[in-house]
């Protein structure tokens, strides 16, 4: 069977690839583009490891074709910080010491980026709904959901100056 | 004398039953040796199965380990863990 | 050397760990980020019976596919004799493991590796697989404990007899061993008691559910030089096993820590890892094997499942009289359950003058069980941690004051032989009592439950190396995977130590080539047996650093001081010259005798004994049988908090995993022993929605073995939560759920039944 031409932005560089008709975005991204930040922790949508924002919205990319990525814009946890400028969920990970394997974390980023960007004052309720679809089995979410709701308050500080 | 203490089950495959012991020894390693002569094979079960509580402190591969004159010394089950 | 009661500058402050940012933005490279020029896809073929002999395996097909290169099966790895070996976590067999990684002769469980083959592309290996005809017998299997405890049941091995039963028996068996812990007049105990309770608890297998499936690297030069990219909690571990199984000079192999995504005792054994090798040897390609999901259900892991059978005996006034406990853990295929460590965890917390604890080791068509955080514990705590409970209600007492009636102390004697000594169970009994969580008012069909848990912690082999580079920055070395931020509590330590900024030490995990033996990363063993080896390393160093300022003031090293980064003259010599920073000696290294560096190797003892006490509210659902969870606060003797955060989230994740093996976590086997929930949709473990905020309350006991005061934190937290859960259900719904896990249909049956 022949590969299939994508032409597509990742990370707000343009970028083509080819892949096979059954290749999943995920196995794209981290066999063929090199971006193993995604990680694979089921391949069934489950574990949320392997989340990416398209065209807004967040995604697991081992449920989505790498074909299906034509046209698309997609972040990943690479595109996240700004040069060597984190994020301010990236920064509140630290601080919060909100992972201990680190395996979920990029995962976790990108879901509450999307999260932060749609939703700048998320309530601790709201902030675990949004990211149950992201399995951590190290840390109990504690330190994942303060460092989420930190994050937010320096967001919002930020806008308002 | 430290006063050596093994599990039933030990006994019953090493010492016929015997489950208290007086044994001169002020080191783990000569304990295991003493032991071993008086009951052949103990030692090696010792070496490769069990942890050593002397007087209440675990120690596991340490023949240096002290064991005093009154020394309480218990052998059980190895520990790992997760 | 010590450092407790001593006014510390790093210890027990909250630095950002120096692997954060790989972490947060994706760069930090863990089992399957690892690519090699030439690299080839290894797959493994499983079997889908549950007790079945291999009677052929024709590879033929699958070799003629283009782009396969190689297939493997038992026949191209050792027939390794039995030996038994204490070499990871538990007693176990090479022979068995070996077995466990390919299957000869028999396959033993749903799952089980039968053959491998290696290919161009993943696509291609993934249908090279369906290309390995096999040909099995398929043979009658057991899955249930007591079920493979019967006189009648299929056996799965031959030439298994009970061990720890006299005289030693002359029939096969499932039962591999049996063991027994008496104290006291168990009798004597019971005719004392005025009230008896008499119980039986049961658990599923659950799985250690690491995010990260296993995955591995492996490359075979023609010299016969191996290296080894993988997954594991603990390189050293993977090289010994490999050399084992494969029969390789252990100097052939070189094997490094990816960075590992969680392990919690699943990732103590090897199995993709000689596989790979085998590959790599036969196609002459280095070989990339990572697993799916499903094959970490079906191959990996799982914690045994159990039957506990507890009696207790007490006095009106609560005072424990008598203890018996049965316990039956499942082994899965191959010996080697924690029955052990179950039985001696069962009553360690108590005072208990007359007991009995008996357990049995059972195989079964099942995973080979693994470790998971205090293995063999937290099965036995469910049982008696719960059956307390019960006693507590029946002599209308409060749980709490009926375990600090019992509690063991320095100078109780335990069930399973020594005498306490240092222990701090009742201080976190103590801080229970005194926390606001045990007198908050609870709602209508909220209930409050509360449980302890005990485990042992275990030191061992550690080596650690400490360099002061040439501007006076501090490289730590260590042979321990970080597998949950270790090496910043590493980097703590030796700028404590040396009196230097965090930030001015960055720490390593070196490969087996670079750095002494180290034990695995496991039995909450690295920050204190690790830790312990950096903290004598950088003493070492500190005691060079006092001898360079010496030939520099050209006096004695004696009457050299070294406190906050600078050598001081001291004595006689005291002001008689400019204190030396670390920097300022470094740079002069090459003068006063070169580089400055040094290394410890050490087998730590004395780990110090792990308490904790959890605190529970639930809220039970009538209608649903669901269980909310409230509240939690868990509370532990963590000797010394290195990196507080990280001791935090050491209990705020065990109680997790001990909230999930409480609610949802179960194997479901289908009637011909195939495992039907093999995925995180259908094996439920907690999401961020099911849980409240975890207060991880830290007591400090220091313990005297280490040079901080540190005790193992990381297994005792996942000990208490099944039984605070189950104590708080009864609380709240007036119903007492003794089988595992307590979803919402079996809530509601019991509430059902109830209500009659």
Redesign the interface.
């Known amino acids: 069977m022949s590969k299939i031409h994508v032409s597509t932005v990742i990370n707000d560089d343009p970028v083509e690839y080819l892949c096979e008709p059954q290749q999943s975005l995920l196995d794209v991204l981290r066999d063929e583009l090199n971006l193993t930040g995604s990680k694979e922790g089921c391949g069934s949508g489950d574990c949320g490891a392997c989340t990416v924002i398209v065209d807004g919205r967040i995604v697991c990319s081992c449920l989505m074709l790498g074909a299906e990525a034509e046209g698309r814009k997609i972040t990943t946890v690479e595109g996240i910080a700004t040069g060597d400028k984190l994020h301010p969920v990236q920064q509140k990970f630290l601080e919060h010491a909100a992972l201990q394997c680190g395996f979920c974390t990029p995962g976790f980023i990108v879901a509450a980026k999307a999260l932060l960007d749609e939703n700048p004052n998320p309530s601790e309720e709201e902030a675990r709904y949004w990211l149950a679809g992201n399995l951590c089995r190290c840390t109990g979410y504690d330190k994942i959901v303060r460092a989420v709701l930190d994050a937010a308050e320096v967001m919002r500080a930020e806008a308002a100056e | 004398m430290p006063h050596v203490?093994i599990?039933?089950?030990i006994s019953?495959?090493f010492t016929g039953g015997e489950r208290e012991f007086d044994v001169e020894a002020t080191t783990f390693r000569r304990l295991i040796l003493e032991l071993d002569r008086r009951f052949p094979g103990l030692g090696r079960q010792i070496e490769?199965?069990m942890a050593v509580?002397i007087?209440?402190?675990?120690?596991?591969?340490?023949y240096a380990?002290p064991i005093g004159e009154k020394s309480?010394v218990?052998l059980?089950?190895?520990?790992?863990?997760? | 050397m010590t450092f407790i009661g001593k006014d510390l500058k790093v210890v027990g402050t909250r630095p950002i760990r120096p692997d954060g940012v790989d972490k947060v933005t994706g760069r930090a490279n863990f089992g399957a980020d690892m690519t090699v020029p030439g690299m080839i896809w290894g797959k493994i073929k499983r079997s889908p019976h549950a007790h079945a002999r291999i009677l052929r395996i024709d590879a033929e097909k699958a070799l003629r596919l283009p782009g396969v290169k190689a297939v493997v099966t038992a026949a191209d790895f050792p027939n390794i004799a039995a030996e038994e070996a204490f070499a990871g976590e538990a007693i176990m067999d090479f022979r068995d493991l070996s077995r466990n990684c390919m299957a000869r002769d028999k396959a033993l469980y749903d799952g089980h590796a039968v053959a491998a083959v290696a290919a161009s592309t993943p696509a291609i290996a993934e249908a090279a697989l369906e290309l390995i005809d096999v040909e099995y017998e398929v043979l009658p299997f057991v899955i249930d404990v007591e079920k493979a405890m019967a006189a009648d049941a299929p056996l799965l091995h031959g030439e298994l007899f009970t061990q720890g039963i006299e005289p030693k028996p002359t029939a096969p068996s499932n039962i591999a061993k049996r063991i027994n812990f008496t104290k006291g007049d168990i009798e004597k105990g019971f005719r004392e008691a005025d009230v008896v309770i008499e119980r039986r608890y049961t658990t599923r297998p659950v799985h250690q559910g690491y995010i990260e499936p296993h995955a591995c690297v492996a490359t075979v030069a023609a010299d016969g030089q191996c290296s080894i990219w993988s997954s594991s909690q603990g390189h050293f571990m993977v090289r010994q096993y490999c050399a084992h199984l494969l029969g390789i000079d252990i100097a052939n192999i070189r094997a490094a820590a990816a960075e590992i995504g969680g392990g919690f005792g699943g990732k103590t054994l090897i199995y993709v890892e000689p596989v790979a090798l085998a590959l790599a040897k036969k196609s002459g390609h280095s070989v990339k094997i990572v697993m799916t999901r499903e094959e970490v259900f079906r191959g990996t892991g799982p914690a045994a499942g159990s039957v506990i059978e507890v009696k207790l005996g007490a006095k009106k006034d609560g005072r424990l009289t008598a203890a018996e406990v049965t316990l039956k853990y499942q082994a899965g295929a191959f010996p080697g359950s924690p029955v052990g460590p179950g039985c001696m965890c069962a009553l360690a917390m108590y005072d208990v003058p007359n007991a009995n604890v008996t357990g049995y080791d059972v195989v079964c068509n099942r995973p080979k069980v693994a470790a998971y955080r205090a293995p063999g514990a937290p099965n036995a705590s469910w049982g008696v941690e719960s059956c307390l409970d019960e006693l507590a209600l029946a002599l209308g007492l409060d749980p709490l004051s009926l375990r600090e009636k019992n509690a063991a102390k320095d100078g109780v004697k335990a069930v399973h032989g020594p005498t306490w000594q240092n222990i701090g169970y009742a201080e976190t009994l103590a801080a229970a009592k005194a926390h606001p969580h045990w007198r908050a008012p609870l709602g209508a069909g909220q209930g409050r439950g509360i449980a302890s848990g005990f485990w042992f912690n275990i030191g061992g082999e550690s080596t650690a190396s400490v360099h002061v580079n040439e501007d006076g920055t501090v490289v730590v070395a260590t042979g321990s995977p970080d597998i949950g931020g270790s090496r910043v509590s590493m980097a703590m330590m030796v700028a404590e130590v040396l009196g230097v900024a965090v930030e001015r030490v960055r720490p390593i995990v070196a490969d087996t080539s670079s750095i002494g033996y180290t034990f695995l990363t496991g039995g909450s063993r690295v920050t204190f047996a690790t830790g312990m080896a950096a903290t004598e390393a950088a003493s070492r160093v500190v005691d060079e650093l006092k001898k360079r300022a010496a030939v520099i003031w050209e006096i004695s090293p004696e009457a050299v001081e070294w406190r906050d980064g600078m050598a001081y003259p001291a004595g006689q010599n005291a002001g008689a010259f400019e204190p030396l920073p670390l920097a300022e000696i470094a740079f002069r290294s090459a003068r006063t005798g070169g580089p400055i560096s040094a290394e410890a190797a050490i087998n730590a003892q004395g780990p110090g004994a792990g308490f904790g006490t959890h605190i529970c509210d639930v809220e039970v659902d009538k209608e649903t049988g669901a269980v909310k969870i409230l509240r939690y606060t868990a509370i532990q003797d963590v000797g010394r908090a290195i990196h507080p955060a990280y001791v935090e989230g050491q209990l705020q994740g065990g109680v997790t995993q001990g909230v999930g093996w409480a609610l949802n976590e179960e194997y479901i086997y289908d009637k011909d022993g195939r495992l039907e929930n093999p995925g995180f949709l259908d094996y439920r473990i907690p999401v961020a929605s099911d849980l409240p905020m975890i207060d991880a309350v830290l007591v400090e006991v220091p313990n005297p073995r280490h040079p901080f005061g540190v005790r193992g934190v990381g297994e005792v937290p996942i000990i208490p939560p099944t039984a605070a859960v189950a104590n708080a259900i009864y609380r709240a719904a007036g119903v007492r759920l003794r089988d595992l896990p307590m979803s919402p249909p079996k809530v509601l049956a019991a509430i059902d039944e109830e209500k009659g």
Not at chain 2, 76 to 82: A, F, L, N, T
């Open positions: 203490v599990s039933g089950d019953r495959r490769e199965g509580a007087d209440g402190e675990i120690f596991q591969d340490a380990a309480e218990y059980i089950p190895r520990i790992g863990g997760g």
